[in-house]
Nanobody, 115 residues
Framework: QVQLQESGPGLVEPSQTLSLTCTVS??????????WSWIRQPPGKGLEWIGY???????YYSPFLRSRTSISRDTSKNQFTLQLSSVIPEDTGVYYC???????WGQGIQVTVSS
């Protein structure tokens, strides 16, 4: 059974770059036809999709965040990483990594943008 675990800093200063890593176990991020995404939930709001990276390395981002978002992967470590640049307080929330369509989610990591 695939398991995902987010890691990264819990506090980021405004204008800096947020970097989170998702470590996957029980399945390969290069396995055919799977896509791996990042989703976040701001406090008091619904889930917001950020973007995904596919089994072949292709990426697609939310148009609302595209200019600040980059998702990459390290296949040797079976990890994929989110970078969100020029963060603002509105980027505060719980960030999740998921395997698209399979119901597999990480437990989430709280990220606060504050000076």
């Amino acid at each position: 059974q695939v398991q995902l675990q987010e890691s990264g800093p819990g506090l980021v200063e405004p204008s800096q770059t947020l970097s989170l890593t998702c470590t996957v176990s029980g399945g390969s991020i290069t396995a055919n036809y799977y896509y791996w995404s990042w989703i976040r939930q701001p406090p008091g709001k619904g889930l917001e999709w950020i973007g995904y990276i596919g089994y072949g390395g292709s990426t697609y981002y939310s148009p609302f965040l595209r200019s600040r978002t980059s998702i990459s992967r390290d296949t040797s470590k079976n990890q994929f990483t989110l970078q969100l640049s020029s963060v603002i307080p509105e980027d505060t929330g719980v960030y999740y990594c998921t395997r698209v369509g399979s119901g597999a989610w990480g437990q989430g990591i709280q990220v606060t943008v504050s000076s």
